[in-house]
C-alpha cells in the first residue's frame, strides 16, 4: 500500500529519483510528435491517497470525453516541464501551483494525437480545495482511489482501432469511471516507477 499521510511525500520523491526513466506508447511512434506535460495529481485524503482527474469536452477535436490527467502542449515562455504542467492545470482547472509540491517526473508517453508526454507527478493540498475548471476544455473534474488505480493486474489490454491504426490499449473500471488509452498508460508507467508488482490481462 502507499502511504496514508504526509509520509507520502517523501515516499514518492524515493522511488521517483530511484526509477530508471522509459518510454511507452500503445500504438506506433509519430514522427515529429509536439512535446507536452500533463501532471499527475495525488490528493491527500483521510481515507487515502486519490487521483485528481479530469473528463475532457466532447467538442473538443481529440480524445473528446475521454478521461485525463490536466495538461497541454509545452509552450516557449514555460521554462521547462514542471512549469508546463503547472501552467496547464492551471488554465483546465483552476489549480493553484502554490498547493501542489512536486515529487518527480516519469519517462515519455507518446499518444496517437501525435504528442509526446512527460507525466510529471505532484501532491495536492486538499485543504479548502475549490477547482474551476475551463468549460471549453473540461466537461467535469473528479477524484479516484489512486491504489486500485496503480495495481498494473485489474488493466485489461484490448484490441481497438483509432485513425486507422489498430492495436491494444489498457483499460480500467473504477468506481464506474472507465480509464482508458493514454491516460491508463502512464498510470501503468507510475506503478512500474513505484515498484508496484503486477501485470495486465490480454484480452483477445
Do not use: N
Amino acid at each position: 500500500m502507499i502511504p496514508h499521510d504526509e509520509m507520502l511525500i517523501p515516499w514518492l520523491r524515493e522511488r521517483l529519483a530511484a526509477h530508471v526513466p522509459a518510454h511507452a506508447a500503445d500504438h506506433p511512434d509519430y514522427a515529429g510528435a509536439k512535446p507536452a506535460a500533463v501532471l499527475i495529481p495525488f490528493v491527500l485524503r483521510p481515507d487515502g491517497p486519490t487521483l485528481l482527474l479530469t473528463e475532457r469536452s466532447a467538442h473538443l477535436p481529440t480524445h473528446a470525453g475521454q478521461i485525463s490527467f490536466p495538461g497541454g502542449r509545452i509552450e516557449a515562455g514555460d521554462g521547462s516541464v514542471d512549469a508546463a504542467a503547472l501552467r496547464e492545470s492551471r488554465e483546465e482547472i483552476g489549480l493553484d501551483a502554490a498547493r501542489v509540491t512536486l515529487v518527480g517526473q516519469l519517462g515519455s508517453y507518446s499518444t496517437i494525437s501525435g504528442y509526446r508526454v512527460t507525466p510529471v507527478v505532484g501532491v495536492v493540498d486538499p485543504t479548502g480545495l475549490a477547482l474551476r475548471p475551463d468549460p471549453g476544455e473540461v466537461a467535469s473534474v473528479f477524484e479516484l482511489p489512486a491504489w486500485p488505480l496503480l495495481q498494473p493486474s485489474g488493466y485489461e489490454r484490448r484490441w481497438i482501432e483509432r485513425r486507422g491504426v489498430r492495436g491494444k490499449s489498457h483499460f480500467i473500471e473504477c468506481e464506474g469511471r472507465t480509464v482508458w488509452g493514454a491516460t491508463a498508460g502512464m498510470l501503468l508507467m507510475l506503478a512500474a516507477a513505484l515498484g508496484i508488482d503486477g501485470k495486465p490481462v490480454d484480452v483477445d
